[in-house]
């Protein structure tokens, strides 16, 4: 079964850092654009950023710029999304999926969604 995992998220007080994981089941991430999105209950899936395949080149949502960063460990198979400075409003739960090209406005173009991990920024 190809499927993503995520993982890492938690309960974090605003200004804190959390660093999630996807790390992929059953096949390589090495030839594939890896996205992290979010979902909160009665809103659509909202692209935070996405890592290419081909020159590791890095799409961010306007909300994450210069919080979050996404990094690629080819030899553990697995994508990180670091997140600082959070805030509430970065509350959801986030999932990782994979495609060919990075994106946002079509979250169907991605797939091998995982389950995804809670992330809740709260004091």
């Known amino acids: 079964q190809l499927q993503l995992v995520e993982s890492g998220g938690g309960l974090v007080q605003p200004g804190g850092s959390l660093r999630l994981s996807c790390t992929a089941s059953g096949f390589t991430l090495d030839y594939y654009a890896i996205g992290w999105f979010r979902q909160v209950p009665g809103k659509e899936r909202e692209g935070v950023s996405c890592i290419s395949s081909a020159d590791g080149s890095t799409l961010y949502a306007d909300s994450v710029k210069g919080r979050f960063t996404i990094s690629r460990d080819y030899a553990k198979n697995t994508i990180y999304l670091q997140m600082n400075s959070l805030k509430p409003e970065d509350t959801a739960v986030y999932y990782c999926?994979?495609?060919?090209?990075?994106?946002?406005?079509?979250?169907?173009?991605?797939?091998?969604w995982g389950q995804g991990t809670q992330v809740t920024v709260s004091s």
């Open positions: 999926g994979r495609t060919y090209v990075c994106q946002f406005k079509n979250p169907l173009q991605f797939g091998s």
